[in-house]
């Protein structure tokens, strides 16, 4: 009886190691090209997407096109990210990699946030922004560059980044994320933009604010 509980936890423990692996699979066939409506698509559940069968594969499984086409920055933050991962490209699937495109208006925010899933490698072509990261605790040191044309800026995967465009034009970036699935955590929209709210008591404490700035901020952030 013993035995056989040993053995349970050791395959329990195994089993969550395995699932504890920091990046996307390695892909075990030259690629598994996303089906997005599988018959069986509730029933069985994949990390990643169910793969299309190799021989119906075209090239249009691998492209995307529209890169070229800023994004509209005629909102709050003056900024826009074109993502281009697995949900635009199926092909991506199980390679763990994708891009996006990102457009800053003068002044323009990519506010602070994570990608859960993804170290991200950013190439500025245009434009002069300032960013960087914060790392994790007890430290929480920001680690902080402006970047010219040409300039390339690594965000290690989870922490908290930023970038703004301090100059007087636009400012176009490309960044590569190391995941087909990078997903994003916007700090503001996550913690004060949560459905339902915090009781904001629980922001009030932990945000050192008072109860009034809480609620107000939960308002704005819907
Ligand atoms: C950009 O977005 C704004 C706000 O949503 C909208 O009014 C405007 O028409 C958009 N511009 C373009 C070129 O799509």
């Known amino acids: 009886m013993q035995g056989v509980q040993l053995l349970l936890a ?15 699979p390695s892909p075990l066939q030259d690629f598994c090209v996303a089906l997005k409506d599988a018959k069986n698509d509730d ?9 299309k069968d190799p021989k119906l594969v075209t090239a249009q ?12 920055t005629t909102n709050q933050l003056g900024s826009k990210v074109t993502p281009v991962n ?20 003068p002044s323009g925010l990519n506010p602070p946030h994570t990608h859960p899933r993804a170290t991200e490698i950013l190439v500025l ?14 430290d929480h040191r920001l680690i902080a560059k402006v970047l010219y044309p040409g300039d390339v800026f ?20 490309f960044a590569g994320l190391s995941s087909q699935n990078p997903g994003v955590i916007t700090i503001a929209n996550a913690v004060f933009g949560s459905k339902p709210h915090f009781n904001p008591d629980v922001l ?19």
Do not use: M, W
């Not at 050791?10 to 996307?24: H, K, N, V, Y």
């Not at 029933?43 to 793969?51: E, L, P, Q, S, T």
């Not at 690594?154 to 970036?173: D, E, R, S, Y």
């Open 10 to 24: 050791i395959s329990l423990f195994t089993l969550l190691f395995s699932f504890a692996s920091a990046s996307d």
């Open 86 to 105: 697995v949900e635009q490209i199926p092909g991506l699937n199980t390679l763990g990699i994708s891009l996006a495109r990102i457009d800053y208006a």
């Open 154 to 173: 690594v965000f290690p995967v989870g922490l908290i980044h930023f970038q703004f465009n301090i100059g007087k034009t636009n400012a176009v970036a």
């Open 125 to 138: 072509l245009q434009g002069t922004l300032s960013v960087g990261f914060v790392t994790s605790n007890p």
């Open 204 to 222: 009030s404490k932990a945000f050192q604010l008072d109860k009034n700035v809480v609620t107000r901020l939960q308002s704005r952030f819907g």
């Open 43 to 51: 029933a069985v559940f994949v990390n990643g997407k169910f793969c």
């Open 61 to 72: 499984d691998f492209f995307f096109s529209g890169l070229n086409v800023p994004g509209n």
